[in-house]
C-alpha cells in the first residue's frame, strides 16, 4: 500500500468525522390511560390498535403506552392529570366524572340514541358546531369522542314490558345520572360501583340491574338474569384528550399525522362500533344462559321518553344556574335530541340496507 494511497485514505476519514450529520429525529414517549383495563373492548379492539396507527402515522416519533386504570393517577383524576400535565393523555367517561363537564352531561340524559355509536357519532357531531361544548373542553385538546355502553333493564324474575313494569323494582346503577333516570320510571336506584352488583343481586339486595350487555360476562351474572329490555335507556360519552401544552409543542407535522388518525366522525364511529359489538356478544353469552329478551313498541316507548321529561327540565335549570342563558341552553338540548334521532336513524337505515 502506497504513501499517497494512505494520505487520501487518511484525509476521507478525517472528512467524514467533521462533516455535519443528519439530526436524529425527535422521540416522544407518552402516558396514556383510562376507566378500563386491556380486555375491555373499547381498550382491545379499540384504543391500542389506534395507539399503533399513531405511532405508525409519526414514524414511530411518537409512541404511547397504555396504563391500566388507577396505575399511574387515579381514575376519578383523569381529567385534571391530563390538564396538570401529570399524565400525557387519558380516555374518560362523562358519566364518571358527572359535574366536571355540565353542557356535557345533556348526553347523559335518557332516550337520547339507539346505541353507542349512535351516541358516539351524535356528540362528535354536536360539538363541531356547539360553541358552549367547544368552549367546556377548551383546556384539553380533544382527539375524539365515542359512545359508552348501552344501559339494559336486566331483571332476576320480572319481565319488564311496559313502564308500570318498572315501579318498585329495586335496580342497581352505575352512576347518578343512570340512578335518576331509573327513579323516573318509577323504580329505586340502588348506586354501586361495578365490582359490587353480582353481590348487590346475588344477596337480594337488588332484583334487577341498568347495565350494559358488554358486561355482563365480566361480573358473571348471566346466570342471575331472565330477562332483558332492550331499551338503550342512557349511555355515558366518552372523549380522548391530550395536555393542551404538550400539544402546542409538538411540530405542524406531528399534529397532522395524529389528527389523520382520529378527530374526525369516522373515529367516532369506529370507537363506538367496540361497544356495540361487546353487546352483540353479552346478548349470545346471556341467551346461552336462559334469559329472555324484550322490546318496547313505539306506542310505550313514547310512554317512557315522556315519563325521562323532568331530568331535560332539571338540566336546563342546572346550566342556567351556572351561568348559560335559557335559550342556549334549550337549543343545545333540542339540538342534542334532534341529531340523536337522526344518526339513530341513518345507522338503522343503513343496517337495513
Not at 414514524?59 to 387515579?74: D, E, L, M, S
Amino acid at each position: 500500500m502506497n504513501k499517497r494511497f494512505l494520505i487520501a485514505l487518511a484525509a476521507a476519514m478525517a472528512l467524514c468525522f467533521t462533516m455535519p450529520q443528519p439530526a436524529q429525529a425527535k422521540t416522544w414517549n407518552l402516558r396514556f390511560t383510562g376507566s378500563d383495563f386491556e380486555a375491555h373492548p373499547s381498550v382491545a379492539n379499540g384504543l391500542l390498535p389506534w395507539l399503533k396507527e399513531i405511532e405508525k402515522a409519526t414514524n414511530g416519533q411518537v409512541k404511547i403506552r397504555y396504563f391500566a386504570p388507577n396505575t399511574i393517577c387515579p381514575v376519578s383524576e383523569i381529567v385534571t392529570s391530563i390538564e396538570s400535565g401529570a399524565i400525557d393523555m387519558g380516555a374518560i367517561d362523562h358519566a364518571r366524572n358527572s359535574g366536571r363537564f355540565p353542557l356535557h352531561d345533556v348526553f347523559l340524559l335518557p332516550l337520547i340514541t339507539g346505541n353507542s355509536t349512535a351516541q358516539g357519532i351524535t356528540a362528535w357531531r354536536t360539538l363541531q358546531s356547539s360553541p358552549l361544548l367547544q368552549k367546556e373542553m377548551a383546556s384539553v385538546k380533544v382527539l375524539g369522542y365515542w359512545g359508552g355502553g348501552s344501559m339494559q333493564v336486566l331483571t332476576k324474575e320480572k319481565p319488564v314490558t311496559r313502564l308500570e313494569d318498572m315501579k318498585g323494582l329495586r335496580m342497581t346503577c352505575l352512576s347518578k345520572p343512570f340512578a335518576d333516570a331509573v327513579q323516573s320510571l318509577g323504580a329505586n336506584p340502588i348506586t354501586v360501583p361495578l365490582p359490587d352488583i353480582y353481590m348487590t343481586l346475588s344477596r337480594n339486595s337488588a332484583d334487577s340491574a341498568l347495565f350494559s350487555l358488554l358486561a355482563s360476562g365480566s361480573i358473571k351474572i348471566q346466570n342471575l338474569i331472565k330477562h332483558v329490555t332492550m331499551v338503550s335507556l342512557c349511555k355515558d360519552v366518552r372523549f380522548v384528550g391530550i395536555n393542551k401544552e404538550l400539544w402546542d409543542s409538538f411540530p405542524p407535522d406531528i399534529q397532522k399525522a395524529i389528527e389523520s388518525t382520529c378527530c374526525d366522525e369516522k373515529w367516532a364511529m369506529r370507537m363506538s362500533q367496540t361497544m356495540d359489538n361487546g353487546d352483540i356478544a353479552g346478548k349470545e353469552l346471556l341467551t346461552k344462559s336462559g334469559a329472555t329478551f324484550h322490546t318496547l313498541d313505539a306506542a310505550e316507548y313514547e310512554r317512557w321518553v315522556k315519563a325521562c321529561e323532568p331530568l331535560d327540565k332539571a338540566w336546563i335549570d342546572k346550566v342556567v344556574a351556572l351561568g348559560v342563558s335559557r335559550s342556549d341552553a334549550e337549543a343545545l338540548l333540542a339540538q342534542v335530541r334532534k341529531t340523536g334521532a337522526e344518526v339513530t336513524a341513518e345507522l338503522a337505515g343503513s343496517s337495513a340496507n
